[in-house]
């Protein structure tokens, strides 16, 4: 048993951080912020990409790291406490995994190694309207090989160069192309572009031969937990900068962070924040062993992980006070970012409801 | 990151299982005069094969064991009805602190009963006008040639109606600031002058005691650490307290599930009811969080390093969540919610258990907004609070009431 990041994971977080703190202050993230064009920062993308953290999960013999995916956690929360404006989570959480579960052969062989270098962004597809996505609401069909829906919103949709489609039967891959109109949304942060995809008879290629809806919870499981360490990462930033900011600010003659009322609102935000972490690390292992408790762990890292950032962001704002609602001060980034990370792979109520029915399942057995 | 048992984790588990496994089942069916004498049996039983304190020294009858390995014991051992609380303060903190404190002899005649389960201990710190500021302990030793005359009160002792010793912390000196001035000791709680009354608590149980003290005479030898340092002695003993009360027991996750299959909420079983399911999963996320907070401290643990304050949120979270799955087990359960009878209510009371239980455990070792400092303060770095107490004399405080 061990329950922590080895010695080689916590270099290779190190590194990551010195990275980012390098390549990715929040000018950077402001940067994508004030300007509507920009869909996420490409410098920073090149630079990932060259680090190849793209391909840490990725085998060798698909041009990755083939490190494992602990490794891909370590890399995941760095991303997250920098709030990196990068269409990562996409492409490699939600495309790369859904590659490496269902691809045939010549699939992983033609795109893993693209992701790995870069060359390549991908999108995961789903949801089509207000709501949970759910079995029987998927409109989106494919005849004849041809893909016609519309899915929105789509993160990454306008930037992406493929396509994983949940369909009616099943996950389907589409190329950026003839039959696919992405139409830039405004959503709650524009740091991760979104957009809505229209499907026109869009060339398809079926993505494993499973149930759809079923496939696609597979890959929202991995993304689970994944996502959950780029929620702590942001979490503990959001804390940190709370406690910097309590220490500096002087009210009625002392540091506000001296008071109790902050004091104990932070006490809580470190106690989510811990609770997040461990349940994450959990996560990271049952991902990495594929072990049988993966869907029961990845709800659990993902309902705390959500609880915990969501907390840590508003009462950043809160601890700031006037300041921390300004558009220059960046307690928003961490704010949006939360709010980004908590419904793109479906929303913390459904994954409550994903938790019980797995202990349901677990008592039953 | 490994929740699987290397090959020689699994080989420590197989190896304790087994020994569970022959063990359990002989000390059951041996006759025992009440539940102390059986816990006692089971102690003894463990410590002669290496199982009591896994992680204490083999010269001192500890298995020499590893964090990690006390960790596999215990989760086999919970399989087993043989939960015995008696020994958990004794062996958790105070003969820890005598092993820090006390001479080889005193060492030699204490820690080896105490092991056993021979001998019980408590730890008697908590005063009236000391709960939260521990250090505002006003029961007063005065040096009487090799022995110090103690008089004064103490409160909140776990455990001191069937204890045998104590280490108990007292002022020695009022006349300097007020972490500097106490002394601990240990002593036979038989001694003469010491009188033990049980607290009747809002539970309706009686698990912690009043100790009176009258010119109690306790030899100097049993001082442990130097006079006016027992600030310092008692820290290490603390260090240990909130990852020994931890627990939440009874009412958790699991059992409020059992529950919920069974209790019919209007339309359908609890279970069925998409606002418990919600609060189900929370309550799970937390359990589950605090289980693997748990490892973590753990795997720090066996590599060496100290557990530093974090634990403290353990206690935060069991007790709050203790606390409001009890309660809303109760109001689910409706208007014979309000039924607390282990014969007539669902599951033996345990939730209205845990409604009337959860309060002294929000209080107990550190109450919920005492930890929140501790977090604030040890663990963020944020200031302490302002202090009028800290340079004064003892004596010139204001006692409040």
Excluded at chain 1, 84 to 101: H, I, K, Q
Excluded at chain 1, 228 to 240: P, S, T, V
Excluded at chain 2, 141 to 164: E, P
Excluded at chain 2, 263 to 285: H, I, N, P, S
């Amino acid at each position: 048993m061990n329950f922590d990041y080895s010695d080689e994971q916590k270099m290779l977080k190190d590194e990551a951080r010195k990275f980012l703190d390098a390549k990715c202050p929040p000018a950077v993230v402001r940067g994508v912020l004030d300007h509507a064009d920009r869909a996420y920062d490409e410098s920073l993308w090149r630079g990932v990409a060259e680090q190849g953290w793209l391909g840490a999960a990725i085998p060798e013999a698909h041009g990755g790291l083939g490190l494992g995916h602990v490794e891909l956690c370590a890399l995941a929360e760095e991303l997250g406490r920098a709030c990196a404006p990068t269409p990562f989570a996409s492409t490699v959480y939600f495309v790369a995994e859904a590659l490496m579960l269902f691809g045939s052969e010549a699939q992983q062989a033609k795109w893993l190694p693209r992701i790995a270098a870069g060359e390549v962004i991908g999108a995961f597809a789903t949801s089509e309207g207000p709501g949970p996505t759910t079995a029987r609401s998927i409109g989106t069909s494919v005849t004849g090989g041809r893909l016609s829906g519309v899915k929105i919103p789509v993160t990454d949709g306008d930037v992406a160069d493929l396509i994983v489609v949940l369909a009616g039967d099943g996950l389907y891959l589409v190329e950026r192309g003839a039959g696919v109109i992405a139409e830039v949304l405004t959503t709650l942060d524009p740091t991760r572009s979104a957009a809505r995809l229209t499907f026109t008879d869009a060339a398809a290629e079926p993505l494993g031969d499973e149930d759809g809806f079923t496939a696609a919870q597979q890959v929202f499981d991995r993304a689970a937990v994944l996502l959950a360490f780029e929620q702590i990462g942001g979490a503990d930033k959001a804390l940190e900068m709370a406690k910097r900011y309590a220490l500096d600010r002087y009210a009625f003659g002392r540091p506000i962070g001296g008071y109790q009322a902050i004091k104990h609102k932070l006490a809580d935000v470190y106690v989510k924040n811990e609770i997040a972490r461990s349940n994450a690390y959990y996560g990271a292992w049952a991902l990495n062993a594929r072990a049988a408790e993966l869907p029961l762990a990845a709800a659990t890292a993902r309902v705390a992980a959500s609880e915990a950032f969501w907390f840590a962001s508003k009462e950043n704002i809160q601890t700031h006070g006037g300041i921390g609602f300004t558009w220059e001060a960046d307690p928003q980034l961490y704010y949006r970012r939360s709010r980004q990370l908590s419904l793109v792979a479906g929303a913390p109520a459904q994954w409550r409801e994903r938790l019980v029915a797995q202990l349901e399942m677990k008592n039953a057995a | 990151m490994d929740f699987n048992d290397t090959p020689e984790e699994a080989e420590y588990r197989a190896t304790a299982r087994a020994w569970l496994d022959a063990n359990v089942p002989e000390h059951k069916a041996m006759p025992h005069a009440d539940d102390l004498a059986a816990a006692r049996a089971w102690q003894a039983r463990k410590a002669a094969a290496g199982y009591a304190q896994i992680t204490w020294p083999k010269e001192w009858g500890g298995g020499g064991g590893t964090p990690i390995q006390s960790v596999i014991f215990g989760q086999e051992e919970a399989r087993h009805p043989v939960q015995y609380g008696y020994f958990t303060i004794g062996l958790g903190m105070c003969v820890p602190t005598v092993m820090a404190f006390a001479d080889d002899a005193t060492k030699q005649r204490f820690v080896g009963p105490a092991l056993r389960g021979e001998e019980i201990w408590s730890q008697l710190f908590s005063e009236p006008a000391g709960g939260s500021d521990v250090a505002a302990i006003r029961t007063r030793a005065v040096r009487d040639g090799d022995d110090w005359i103690v008089n004064g009160q103490k409160v909140w002792t776990s455990g001191a109606h069937y204890s045998d010793f104590g280490i108990v912390l007292v002022r020695t000196n009022p006349d300097v600031p007020k972490h500097k001035g106490l002394t601990m000791f240990w002593l036979d709680l038989r001694s003469a002058g010491v009188e033990i009354r049980p607290i009747h608590q809002m539970s309706g149980g009686s698990n912690f005691n009043e100790v009176y003290f009258t010119d109690v005479r306790i030899p100097d030898a049993q001082r442990l650490g130097k006079v006016d340092d027992g600030w310092r002695v008692a820290l290490v003993t603390l260090m240990n307290e909130r990852l020994a009360v931890g627990g939440g027991g009874g009412a958790g996750p699991r059992e409020i599930l059992k529950l919920a299959r069974e209790l019919d909420a209007g339309e359908g079983t609890l279970l069925q009811d998409k606002a418990f399911r919600q609060k189900l999963a929370d309550w799970y996320v937390q359990a589950e969080g605090l289980r693997n907070t748990r490892m973590r401290t753990i795997t720090a643990l066996s590599r060496g390093q100290t557990p530093g304050p974090e634990s403290s949120i353990g206690k935060i979270i069991a007790a709050n969540q203790l606390q409001d799955i009890g309660n809303s087990a109760v109001e689910a359960e409706d208007q014979f919610g309000i039924i607390n009878d282990a014969a007539v209510s669902p599951m033996r009371a345990l939730f209205q258990s845990a409604v009337m239980n959860a309060p002294g455990l929000r209080i107990a070792g550190g109450t919920d907004e005492i930890l929140k400092n501790i977090i604030a303060e040890r663990v963020l770095g944020l200031p302490g609070e302002i202090r009028t107490d800290k340079e004064a004399a003892f004596r010139d405080l204001p006692a409040g009431r």
